[in-house]
């Protein structure tokens, strides 16, 4: 069931602000009320868990003057919502003895821990006073004379049944010493028995006065008594007084064990917490600690009672704590939570993780604790960082797409101009040479253009289901070759292993990569570990990595023991063009292994610290089942008869190369710069295939291919574009469709692709 919470507030805008404010926290309104004095009926019928309070009401009392009366009168605790922060103002809602003191404006998540935690302190309250009547009640009920008293002696409490034996009340014997409320003496000598108090003191032990031992009362009356004195201790064992029984032991033995029961509830409690709790004095002196806090911060809880603070937060957050602690003890009604704090924590090994940490205040014995609850939160943070990570790399890996695709269509007009003027000069001849160097480059710019679509998943992948162990065994000499001689290789490779959906030869790209940089990381050699693990993940967040979800995984991990990076270099090694090679490089080596291995549906992550090594993971989603066989290599053909290939590209100077090059192969070609008039084609003359881009305006080849199969079902279509096939083909594009080849290409390829169409 909802809290509910009555809101008393005179401005009714005000008031419907809070009220919309606690549905949205969870709560249910009791009511709405303006004046104090309603707030004290309201409150008097129990009819709410709780009072939001305003001081400054229109007429009648206050709301401090209401809040005294309901603090008399009813059981509900209450919460200042109020403006008003001025000293006056303060000391006098502080005799009203509030749960809680919220200045506005203020956040919802102020106001929800305040009333979280006052009515927690109700609950508390509420169950000490029942605890304490019980107490008393007992103390009252039992048979026997009881006289308790703290360690000096002095008297703290008396039951009627020993103010009936001593002649002293209640009233007149607390604070007095013992010997002069409990005179007891030898009956036969009458000589004074020694102090039980004194006894049990230096003792510790449970101490029985000795027979015939007489009680003289204020009076004068004597009484025989034969009973016991016992210590009474704290949670440390350390002796705070004693308690004195005249007749009944058992009944001193049972508030004893009542006692020692709640306090090991309270210590269950304590230590059941999963998270780190820590308690400390106005000196930052630990107190007591759990044992969720080994866990943290990898002290035993021994370890930690009489230590400062400090040892549990970094250096630089030392100055921040002490300016924290200084300025919530100067506040003159402090807050009672301070909550979800970001700090940087240290475990007992040195080393830092983030932290975030809620504190309360608490009073024991008249002097002020604080109670800090700590959580690691280094897991959040790898995934915050990770999420921004996948974010930029996703915005970039979208430009760099598009300008792939873009210079895909130049690069694919240049190839195929290039490749015609090549074939038509003589040999040899110096323009024959100039064009293969400009075809030389066309390729260096195409495979530039193939590492940004890897980047940006856009590639064009040939995935198969491989067994990882038989392709590290295949590669090995080659990547032993791409070793120096100082450098250790220690590979490492199960039994057994669940198989992999992924491009061999592109996954091939990226341990090479990955060698390499290695290769590079270990200037005067060392030892490169190349390992293989099946993983099984619960739940996500259960290994060092949390952005891996959970599932069976396959990990491969790349690890090195050379120079390692720097945090600054870390955070930035998949990006595009980011490189630290002295003699430069491009910096898409590892962009492109991200891209690769993202596309495959894994996550590549990098782990590295300054003269430490890095290691490189990749994961990769386990499948069930064997391998598949490799698949045959298509064998390029000319065709064996003429073909009419209607030619569907937007683009006017890739249209034109594509038809040139079709045409020097021998084909008959038709061409059409939209999918409407290339329908109004199709409906005049027949036509062996049609040759689509994917992206063009008003409509594009899939919805082309459609239309034209309405009419003619057994039409061959070949897509072309610069993007990959998966990235531009929609999803419901049937099998027979999927025949695809990717820009830029040759005409001898595009021949191929055609020639493959029609069975060779």
Known sequence: MKPRVLIVEDESIVAMDLEATLERLGYAVAGLVARGDDAVLRAQRQDSELVLMDIGLGAGQDGIRAAEEIRRTADVPVVFVTANADEATLQRAQQSEPFGYVLKPFQERELRTTIEMALHQHRLERELRASRRWFETTLRSIGDAVIATDGKGIVKLINPVAEALTGWSQAEAVGRSLGEVFRIVDQASRTPVSDPVAKVMASGQVVTLQNHTILIGRDGQEVQIDDAAAPITDDQ???????????????????????????????????????????????????????????????????????????????????????????YKESPLPTRFQVDRELVGKRKDGSTFALELSISEMWVGGQRQFAGIARDISAKKALEAQLILSQKMEGIGRLAGGVAHDFNNLLTAIISYGTLLHDELPQPSEQRDDVQQILAAADRAATLTRQLLAFARRQVMEPRVIDLRELLTDLEPLLRRSLREDIQYLPLLPDELACVRIDPGQLERVLLNLVINAKDALPNGGTLRLNLAEVDLKSAGTTEHPQVPAGRWVMLRVQDDGVGMSPEVRSQVFEPFFSTKAGGGTGLGLATSYGIVAQAGGHLIVDSELGRGTSFMIYLPAVEGPADAAAPRPVTQVPKAPRRILVCEDNAIVRVATLRGLKAHGYETLEAPTGAEALVILGRQPVDLLLTDVVMPEMSGPELATAARAAHPNLPVLFMSGYTESAVLPAQTSARDLAFIAKPFTPSALVAKIEEIFGG
């Open 237 to 327: 064992g350390t002796i705070t007084g004693t308690v004195l029984t005249f007749r009944d032991v058992t009944a001193r033995y049972a508030a004893e064990e009542a006692r020692r029961a709640a306090e090991s509830r309270y210590r269950v409690l304590f230590e059941a917490v999963g998270e780190a709790i820590v308690i400390i004095d106005e000196a930052s002196t630990i107190l007591a600690a759990n044992s969720s806090a080994e866990r943290t911060f990898g002290y035993a809880p021994s370890e930690l009672v009489g230590q400062s603070a400090f040892v549990l937060m970094s250096d630089s957050w030392r100055k921040k704590h002490l300016w924290f602690l200084a300025h």
